[in-house]
Structure formats: C-alpha cells, structure tokens
C-alpha cells in the first residue's frame, strides 16, 4: 500500500525553527513533483512550497527567504526546513505527490494527513 506520510510538526515561539519531513512509501518506481500546503483554521488551503524530481523549486511569497524545500529521490523523501517562524504560519501542512507509478500502477494527486505547525507569539 502507498502512503504519503509527514512528521515533524510541533510548537515553537516566534523566530524559532522546524523541519518537516514526508516520506513517500510502498513500492514505488518514481515519483513527480513533490510538495507542502498549509491550512489555517478558517481559511482556504494554500501552497507553500514544491520540488520538481529534478530539484526545480517553487515558493510562495509569504515564505521565501524562511523556508526551504528540499528533496532526496533515493529516499523518497522531502523536507521543509521553516526558518524565522512568524505566528501567521501556524496551520496543518500537508505533503502531496502530483503522481508516482507504483507495482499496482499510476496514483494522482497522493495526500498526507497533515502535520500541525503552531507558532506562539
């Protein structure tokens, strides 16, 4: 069975660090774009960060220059460093896989089940 797996989520003050990992597991073959969302309570989901399998990066505006994407194929695996925690990126962050083919064939569109991120001021 794939899975889509995050850790790491915790709570810290502002101005502090946390590193999210997600691990992509089962028997996979490859594995497209990578990536991070968030969700605040009460507000819409939004994209935070995603890595191509080539390392192409994407960042969105509220968190460049904190946070940095980074991934390892071998491993399956990526992570969020987030430098410089603000109150406002507090949220649940999801890791999500564009598309992997695995031994039962393609998946799309692949969900974690969320990592929460509190920042205190």
């Known amino acids: 069975q794939v899975r889509v797996v995050e850790s790491g989520g915790g709570s810290v003050q502002a101005g502090g660090s946390l590193r999210l990992s997600c691990v992509a597991s089962?028997?996979?073959?490859?594995?497209?774009?990578m990536g991070w969302y968030r969700q605040a309570p009460g507000k819409q989901r939004e994209l935070v960060a995603t890595?191509?399998?080539?390392?192409?990066?994407n960042y969105a505006d509220s968190v460049k220059g904190r946070f940095s994407i980074s991934r390892d194929n071998g491993k399956k695996t990526i992570w969020l460093q987030m430098n410089s925690l603000k109150p406002e990126d507090t949220a649940v962050y999801y890791c999500?896989?564009?598309?992997?083919?695995?031994?039962?064939?393609?998946?799309?569109?692949?969900w974690g089940q969320g990592a929460q991120v509190t920042v205190s001021s």
């Open positions: 890595i191509s399998s080539g390392g192409d990066t």
């Open positions: 089962g028997i996979i073959f490859t594995i497209g774009d």
């Open positions: 999500t896989v564009d598309r992997m083919t695995t031994n039962r064939g393609p998946l799309y569109d692949q």
